[in-house]
């Protein structure tokens, strides 16, 4: 690794201009808790200024499935900025591009045939809403305006994302009566493996088949429902949502930004019920977490209808859409995952997630601890301070980062059973010296 540390003198005055002009996200600018500077990062470890080096238990947000500083995505990336790192996508095409869609199409479920590439995951739910807005008003039902999704869910930050997030215990509660008006139906309630119960989706039922002439589409997270509450349900109520907007003619949108590309313990959640969405959001792991990238995903039929529409095309066209770094990135992420058979790297990090954590029920700040895929959460009995928590955390030599009463690791895919017996052993160590400290009030 390159190894660029520090004096203690830069570090605080690197730590100083940070809080003096950078706002980092959810943070406050007023009252900032400490960030720690990362100078170099390689494979599952973040080198920090300081000359300490972390276990990296978040993959950057559930991005850097193969590890940082990747030799391989390196190179791709070197090769493409030698030819050509940016171009423009209206009128222009590129190799990359065409390479990254038929792969997408190859690799998703079956059905999803036309891709439209875009810069982030919340671009991409923005650009699959006005897809599934686009396609009804080119049937000739405007009427169909309004949009069906589940509480406790996370779509992103912008205004169309931000309007199917959770409206009460989401991040973007505040923002209630600025965002669109649409429809909630409960959180399901019936877990991966239990026993399937009609009940859990009365609610759904109800409000699809009273409204389904103002439904444009459903969206959801499939089986995981992240940044809302890192929440997994039965696959069965994924299926019987497919079956209800077939009755009903309602689009299902699947944004599977956090769970696309194995990290569920399948390539794509959507192949836990054996479902196909109309429209499929993905992001965050597509370039193996080197940099912003996102593509949203389509039926043959969406696609045609809406180019024989009133605008003969789709209405939306990102100045850096289909980046060609990005594109060349993503590609030979995708081969990695193959070439690293993602799939035993996956369920090696289940085992491994379930051994290290499930004995922490029994602690007693511990409410539930889930693990899915290649993620592990431990809910606790108390949302924890943020920068204490961290702190500690740091201290241990593991990266983690929580909110709320969710304590939760997606690791990269590569990472060892040595590395993550110490990240999952560091982060229970931190969080029994927290509740240790709260319970004492000693800080
Ligand atoms: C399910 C889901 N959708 C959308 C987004 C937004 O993606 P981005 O942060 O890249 O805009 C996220 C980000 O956490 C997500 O988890």
């Known amino acids: 690794m390159n190894s660029i540390t520090k004096t203690a003198q830069q570090n605080a005055e690197l730590l100083q201009k940070d809080q003096q002009f950078v706002w980092h996200p959810y943070s406050s600018l007023s009252d900032p808790i400490p960030a720690y500077e990362v100078v170099s990062a390689s494979g599952v470890y973040l080198k920090l200024a300081d000359g ?26 070197k090769d493409q900025i030698d030819r050509v790192s940016h171009v423009m996508f209206g009128g222009i095409t590129h190799a990359p591009a065409v390479e990254l869609c038929e792969k997408l199409v190859a690799i998703t479920p079956s059905g999803l045939d036309k891709v439209f590439l875009s810069d982030s995951g919340s671009v991409a739910v923005e650009v699959a809403i006005k897809m599934a807005f686009q396609y009804w008003i080119s049937q000739g039902q405007t009427q169909k305006s309004q949009l069906l999704t589940l509480r406790s869910g996370y779509h992103g930050d912008t205004f169309a994302a931000m309007s199917v997030c959770d409206p ?7 923002f209630d009566q600025v965002v669109n008006k649409h429809h909630f139906a409960p959180a399901p309630q019936t877990g991966v493996y239990e026993e399937w119960n009609e009940e859990d989706i009365a609610e759904f039922t109800e409000i699809i088949s009273t409204r389904s002439d103002q439904l444009a589409a459903v969206i959801l997270e499939p089986i995981v429902q992240g940044a809302g509450g890192m929440r997994f349900y039965s696959p069965h109520y994924l299926k019987r949502v497919r079956e209800l907007c077939d009755q009903h003619n309602v689009l299902l949108i699947a944004d599977e930004i956090a769970t696309g590309f194995g990290r569920s313990g399948k390539l794509f959640a959507c192949e836990w019920a054996g479902i196909s969405p109309d429209i499929l959001c993905l992001g965050k792991a597509i370039t193996g977490g080197t940099m912003s990238f996102a593509a949203t995903l389509t039926t043959t039929e969406i696609a045609t209808s809406i180019s024989r529409g009133e605008a003969s095309c789709f209405m939306h066209g990102p100045t850096f859409m289909a980046n060609p770094l990005a594109c060349a990135v993503a590609n030979a992420s995708l081969d990695l995952l193959e070439q690293n058979d993602w799939k035993a790297q996956v369920d090696g990090l289940n085992q ?39 702190e500690m955390l ?3 030599g593991v990266w983690v980062r929580p909110f709320g009463k969710l304590v939760y690791v997606m690791p990269p895919y590569v990472m060892s059973p040595q590395d993550l017996a110490l990240l999952c052993q560091g982060m229970l160590r931190a969080l029994t010296t927290y509740f240790k400290e709260t319970h004492d009030g000693a800080h």
Do not use: F
Not at 168 to 174: A, E, I, L, S, V
Not at 358 to 381: F, H, M, N, S, W
């Open 394 to 396: 740091v201290a241990e």
């Open 352 to 390: 491994a997630l379930k051994q290290q954590l499930e004995p922490a029920l029994k602690l007693e700040y511990v409410e539930d601890v889930r693990v899915l895929g290649a993620i592990g959460v431990v809910q606790v009995t108390d949302p924890v301070d943020l920068g204490r928590i961290q």
């Open 168 to 174: 009460k215990t989401g991040m973007h509660h505040m």
């Open 52 to 77: 300490r080096e972390l276990i990296d238990g978040m993959s950057s947000w559930w991005c850097t499935i193969h590890g940082y500083n990747h030799p391989v995505l390196n190179q791709a990336a």
